[in-house]
């Protein structure tokens, strides 16, 4: 399998101990990854591919999903909303805990990095993807020489498609860009 990851954006937050069961479990991954290495470094996560092929060089960096790692109060019922005065009455604590979740936010060189293994390990992070309950995950693939859109809200997996445009670039200084070449003002 020869794929590429063109875009990709993410907001995809999950508890870390979700993930890291998800993880632990034997997740089905593609052919080209033998495992994966997750690694803590301070409130950073690192989950490797180690590659099944062992013509890769040891030295040959494979891709890599970066999350950081945040804690999050979680209430176990709805917190009350600030309202008027309330004189006389003692605030009841609401059950809480401290939940550390994963957090894979940003762009594609934010969230995967390094290309060897680029979109099998794209394929696990839409696994993760499925996983999460909370953000969302675009991205914009080819493989075998067709573009696929992915989009995934919420841990459901929504329509997507590409649309070709034209850039703007193209265009020169007409859609109100500065025309470098021909300006007046630039001796």
């Known amino acids: 399998m020869s794929g590429r990851v063109y875009r990709l954006h993410s907001t995809l937050e999950l508890p870390l101990e979700d993930l890291e069961a998800f993880l632990e479990n034997d997740p089905d991954l593609p052919p ?7 690694t803590r470094r301070n409130n950073t996560l690192i989950i490797k591919a180690i590659a099944a092929d062992d013509s890769l ?5 494979t891709a890599q999903l970066k ?3 945040t804690e999050t109060r979680v209430y176990e019922e709805e917190p009350p909303r600030a309202g008027g005065p309330q004189w006389g009455e003692e605030e009841e ?3 809480s805990e401290l939940v550390e979740f994963a957090c894979f936010k940003g762009d594609r060189e ?5 290309t060897a293994l680029q979109y099998p390990m794209f394929l696990v992070l839409q696994e993760i ?4 309950e909370k953000g969302t995950l675009t991205a914009i ?5 067709e573009l696929t859109a992915t989009r995934i809200v919420e841990g459901e997996p929504r329509p997507a498609s590409v649309e070709v445009v034209e850039s ?15 300006n007046k003002f630039i001796s």
């Open 32 to 38: 080209e990854i033998d495992d994966i290495d997750l």
């Open 57 to 61: 060089s040891k030295y040959t960096p």
């Open 67 to 69: 999350a950081s790692v």
């Open 93 to 95: 604590e609401i059950p």
């Open 110 to 114: 934010t969230v995967l990095q390094n």
């Open 129 to 132: 993807a499925r996983q999460s």
């Open 141 to 145: 693939t080819e493989l075998d020489g």
């Open 168 to 182: 703007p670039s193209k265009n020169g200084g007409e859609n109100g860009g500065v025309d470098w070449r021909n």
